[in-house]
């Protein structure tokens, strides 16, 4: 089995920075892209960032305030998040592709959500 556990969520001020982390642990031979999803109230969940074979790409609602990286050797995917705003308020989801050794082939996984809350 794979998991995925983010840490990192909470509420902070509008212009503020918050940084996400998500770690992937298990039955992985290899991750293709991970990245980061993300659902506010109401609404259907959309791509924030993703990084796969050293490409990355943003949503455009984010580009020049987030920044996504991560750490192979760790199985391990950061979103630094600066300059913050309301409408940055969702649960924000990880997400990997991975080589499951059990089930040898590759899949999807999710973490299981943080909240994140922009609000003075």
């Known amino acids: 089995q794979v998991q995925l556990v983010e840490s990192g969520g909470g509420l902070v001020q509008p212009g503020g920075s918050l940084r996400l982390s998500c770690a992937a642990s298990g039955s992985i031979f290899s991750i293709n892209t991970m990245g980061w999803y993300r659902q506010a109230p109401g609404k259907g969940r959309e791509l924030v960032a993703q990084?796969?074979?050293?490409?990355?790409n943003y949503a455009d609602s984010v580009k020049g305030r987030f920044t996504i990286s991560r750490d192979n050797a760790k199985n391990t995917v950061y979103l630094q998040m600066n300059s913050l705003k309301a409408e940055d308020t969702a649960v924000y989801y990880c997400?990997?592709?991975?080589?499951?050794?059990?089930?040898?082939?590759?899949?999807?996984?999710w973490g299981q959500g943080t909240q994140v809350t922009v609000s003075s």
């Open positions: 997400h990997a592709e991975v080589y499951d050794t059990l089930r040898l082939g590759f899949y999807d996984y």
């Open positions: 990084t796969s074979s050293g490409r990355i």
